[in-house]
């Protein structure tokens, strides 16, 4: 319930702005709780690769205002439709090829992107504040506070149960206190009724016109902040809906960011505004220790419910911003928080953890207006005034920029069989002889490839007894050797079974046996050598990042 009130800001917000009547700001709500609905089931369920099979629901993109109520207002309903389409086929892209794009959408730009997104949903939220204290300047400050306090205290303090419900007491209160004050404006609820359906649709059209090719580049890359925003939730949603510590798995992410184009390819044929992950599940779950997929059900089914009840709607979609301003400040901090352990948890590179600095503090310049910009068209005002699209963009590039200027990488590539342990002996001597490395350093990367090798590609006598005819097509791998000073980073792409190595190594660590099966061998030579392992595991592809100190260090 509290996340169909929040979620509903957006499509009224672009509705009312674009001068449309409330007839379109009706649909706007109706259209948005049933495309957030469906791909939260969508998200939940995961449908062969779509989907990530967790509780994700969709939420609408708050950042996204600008730029639609330009759609609307200069071409109209169908433009936004057409634009919301384009977008959601580029999410589409960057989730079947996320494997290739890796390098650009990284963790650390991720949980970037998350950090500025808290600022960029700080902004609207207190938006909403501004417009009702230039109106009731004692009255707005003072709900606001009220809410605040006892959602704050509640979470802070309160029990498992009174934590659950912490965020609806907090907004109950909230709205008694804007009753109150007189500021609680309730015409849209008692107009509505209680079942029903809008009684107009702007209906399904498609716009190629010149309003769309101009907007076309604003919604593209959309698209892909929508991609790094889902994957950085993704991410940050594993880590801390598991019991126990687990390596990413990128399968997930990626039906995850397949979810993100689903709920945007019925955001586009709905026409309504543009759709992300819902920021507020991830304090949801660490305030509960709620995880569970049948939540995610019940929260699929709220939403589409809510869409056939205008007066329920009408209630949700008419709480007075101070309220709604109270109780997204905490959804604001926490969201912020968890950005930046993405980063600081997936990153040991200090060049990239400053990248992330720097990236949010361009975007909190541009987005709270700190100075002065030149007279910009719309479109390109509005792309530069967004905190998320200036720091997103800062920090790809500066991504690029520090791939782009790292010294050559070296290839090798074979077929994945432990008899091709010569030839990779010969490629990690070349790449330490390039690098000027000493013998030891030498031995240690031959040592490192050699057991990441045999954990990939065991040797398998049964092998030689089956039919050819039988055998599968034969794997592929690829080793990409590059350098970070006197570390070694050694990329090993191709094969791998079910498990995660990531995850045997962390438990071998954790349960140190004297007894070690033959198995077991290879993960604990090479947890002796390599600095670190990182195990990426995408549709199709396995990545095995082996980082290498010089001998003696840690």
Known sequence: MIASATLLVTPVIVAEASGRGESYVTWMVFASLV??????????????????????????AAFAIPFCITAVVDGGPATLTTLVLASAAFQFVVARWLFILRRLVTPVVSGTVMMILSITLASVVFDLLDGAAREEPTAAPLTALATLTVVAALTLR??????????????????VVAAAFGIYDTSRITQSAWVGLPSEAPGLALDLGVDFWTLLPAFLFLGVIVSIQVNGEAITHQRISQREVKAVDFRQVQGALAGGGVSNLLAGLAGTVPNATNPGITPFIQVTGIASRRMGYVIGAIFIAVAFLPKVSGLL?????????????????TLFVDGALTVINSERNR????????????????QFGLFTLPNLTP????LVKSGITTGGVAAIVMILFLEFTKKRRMRFESKL??????????????????????QPMKERLSAVAEETLLTLAPLDLSLDLADEDDEQETRRLVVLASSDGPIADLEFIGGGDEENMEDRIRQL???????????????RLLRRYASSVRHQQFHGSDIITVRVGPPGTR
Not at 163 to 173: K, Q, S
Not at 355 to 365: E, P
Not at 509 to 523: A, K, M
């Open 35 to 60: 495309a957030v609905g469906l791909s939260t089931l969508v998200q939940v369920r995961r449908l062969g690769p779509v989907g990530a099979g967790a509780v994700m629901p969709f939420f609408t």
């Open 158 to 175: 309160g029990s498992a149960l009174w934590r659950l419900w912490a965020p609806m007491i907090g907004i109950a209160v909230g709205c």
């Open 317 to 333: 979609s008419s709480l007075p911003g101070p309220v709604m301003t109270g109780y997204l400040i905490v959804v604001t901090g």
């Open 351 to 366: 060049q990239k953890l400053i990248v992330a600095g720097i990236s949010f503090w361009i975007a909190a310049a541009f």
């Open 379 to 382: 479109v390109l005002g509005a």
């Open 417 to 438: 069989d432990a008899e091709v342990l010569p030839d990779l002996f010969a490629f990690t001597e070349r790449f330490a002889e390039s690098r000027g490395w000493d």
């Open 509 to 523: 660590q954790q349960h140190d046996e004297e007894t070690v099966s033959e198995n077991e061998i290879s993960l």
